[in-house]
């Protein structure tokens, strides 16, 4: 059981960056393969990144990649998107999903409530 709470969105300018964190509780994070979705106004949530619970594999969706960066600390069971050379495009609640299995994945059985990121022109 993995409970979720992301924290670090916010309003930027296009082009900026952000740093988002998800913290999880629990004793057993370094077990799940985690990622992150988003759901802009009006459409379907996502999917943005993901990684393998040791951290060594990860994929991006092609519409951040080389933007976005996910990692991992397993030893302050947290997760981490930064997020650089924003766009208005990627203005979405940012969501935090964890997974049952260690093995890197774009499906998730737990859900953190979201952070909202706001990219201006």
């Known amino acids: 059981q993995l409970e979720l709470v992301e924290s670090g969105g916010g309003l930027v300018q296009a082009g900026g960056s952000l740093r988002l964190s998800c913290s999880a509780s629990g004793r057993t994070f370094s077990m799940h393969a985690m990622g992150w979705f988003r759901q802009a106004p009006g459409k379907e949530r996502e999917f943005v990144a993901a990684?393998?619970?040791?951290?060594?594999?990860?994929d991006f969706a092609d519409s951040v990649k080389d933007r976005f960066t996910i990692s991992r600390d397993n030893a302050r069971n947290t997760l981490y998107l930064q997020m650089n050379s924003l766009k208005p495009e990627d203005t979405a609640v940012y969501y935090c999903g964890g997974s049952n299995t260690a093995t890197i994945t774009r499906q998730y059985n737990y859900w953190g409530q979201g952070t909202q990121v706001t990219v201006s022109s």
């Open positions: 990684i393998s619970s040791s951290g060594r594999h990860t």
